[in-house]
């Protein structure tokens, strides 16, 4: 009975561990009021810098879902973390090439874009992530 109990206390704990976005947990560095770098961790592929961008963008700066982002620098050497890689985001347009659309999800082309929402879709929950 003992057993029970304690397992249904740390069920909960577990149940949210298992739930927090993967993205909240990778570093994204502050460049300017419309600039920000995702540093890339083992094993990112394209949705997993998005779904950061998006989360940078809705959580840690109280932006709307609707703002388009865009790739600023692509894939390469960081600018604000050397010795690493990342990948430039902004939500400013003024510069970039004007891309056209594709079916691709990339970071590798300045220009790319998604509005935050639809990068938001890439974020992978508690299933997707146990099952990878």
């Known amino acids: 009975m003992r057993y029970l109990l304690i397992a249904a206390f740390l069920a909960p704990t577990f149940a949210y561990s298992d739930t927090i976005g993967e993205e909240r947990g990778l570093t994204i560095n502050t460049i300017n009021a419309t600039d920000f ?6 094993s990112m592929g394209a949705a997993d810098f998005w779904c950061a961008a998006a989360s940078y963008n809705e959580l840690r700066q109280g932006r709307s879902d609707l ?10 050497p960081a600018e604000t973390a050397p010795g690493r ?3 430039v985001f902004t939500t400013n ?3 970039l090439p004007q891309l056209p659309p594709s079916l691709t999800l990339s970071v590798k082309q300045a220009g790319a874009t998604l509005k935050s929402r639809k990068a938001r879709s890439f974020c992978r929950d508690a299933f997707t992530r146990s099952t990878k």
């Open 67 to 76: 703002i388009p982002l865009y790739v600023r620098s692509p894939r390469g």
């Open 37 to 42: 770098e995702v540093i890339e961790t083992r």
């Open 93 to 95: 347009s003024a510069g």
């Open 85 to 87: 890689n990342g990948v």
